[in-house]
Each structure stands twice: as C-alpha cells, then as structure tokens.
C-alpha cells in the first residue's frame, strides 16, 4: 500500500507548490519598491496566474507564505538570538525594497481579522517580542512593543525616503529606552 509521501501527484503539486514560492520569494527579493506582479511570478513559474492561485488558493496567502519563506530565510542568514543578528536581518531589507512593501501592505491588511495576513501578523509578533524579551530579559515588554512599532513604521518611511537610517534610527531608539544595543 502506498503511502502519501510515495503518491506521483501530491508529491508533484507539494514540489511545484514549492517551487513557486522560491520563484515568488526571488521575484520580490530583486524587485524595486512595487514588487512583481502576480502576472510576472506566473510566467517565471511557467504557469498562468490561475496556475499559481491554483497553489495557493489566492494572491494573498501567496503573499503570506512569502513572508513565512522570507522569515524563514532571514533566520537562517542571522543569528537573531543575537543583537548583532537582529541588526544584520533589518540591514539586510533594506536591499530588498520589494519585500519591505510587501510586508507594508500585508501589515495594513492584516488590520482584518478574516484577511490571511493577520494570523502571520500576530504569530511573527509574538515571535519578535519573544526575542527582544529573550535580549533584553524579562520586564521590558512595553520597550519591546514600541521598538517592534517603530521597526514597522520606519519601514513605511523608508519606502518613501530611502535614505531613512532604519537600523541606526532603531538603535538610537533602543538605547533611549534604556535597552541595550550591542552585544
């Protein structure tokens, strides 16, 4: 009897599943600030747009499991356990202005409790009060919420004025609230 890991399709649609989001996640890593269009993943996934969806169930969680896979990526590349680390995986958007828009509309979107966005939002704020708790000790949750507030909102500055000093702002930031700033 075979089991669903040895079935040719559903092992087929997990790989191609798969594959469009490395296509999707590439695609809004090399974007400018608008990002890739569904109609352009599509084609370098070499499917229609109603292909793609087909995977997914819709654009926005599409959108989603990009962030999840860019989450994902960003662990991996920095240690954020670390100050160094979480300095280094915010540095890095900065190169990357297609995922910074992408996270800005998904973060406004998320406002919808029925919107596939906000279940992440949530879940990767827990997450990142986590860590901040984890560097900073227990007791300092309000400094943590204002320092996650002002990474998101830095972001939207910087999408319209790139020379916004995302990471320099946040350590001026941490330091005034009385957090460290260096390992």
Do not use: C
Not at 121 to 139: D, H, Y
Not at 164 to 178: E, F, K
């Amino acid at each position: 009897m075979a089991t669903k890991s040895q079935r040719g399709p559903y092992s087929k649609g997990v790989a191609r599943r798969a594959e469009i989001l490395r296509v999707a996640l590439e695609a809004y890593q090399t974007s400018g600030r608008q990002g890739p269009s569904l109609r352009s993943i599509a084609a370098a996934a070499g499917l229609t747009e109603a292909g793609v969806l087909h995977y997914f169930g819709s654009k926005d969680e599409l959108l989603v499991e990009v962030l999840v896979a860019r989450d994902r990526e960003y662990a991996a590349a920095h240690d954020l356990t670390t100050l160094d680390g979480i300095w280094s995986a915010l540095a890095h958007t900065t190169r990357t202005p297609g995922l910074i828009k992408l996270f800005v509309d998904m973060t406004a979107a998320a406002a919808d409790p029925a919107h596939p966005a906000h279940a992440f939002m949530r879940r990767r704020t827990r997450a990142l009060l986590g860590l901040i708790e984890n560097i900073t000790g227990p007791g300092h949750a309000w400094q943590g919420r204002i320092l996650l507030a002002a990474a998101e909102g830095l972001q939207i500055q910087w999408l319209r004025d790139p020379s916004t000093d995302i990471v320099g702002d946040l350590r001026r930031l941490a330091a005034g609230l009385g957090l460290p700033v260096d390992d």
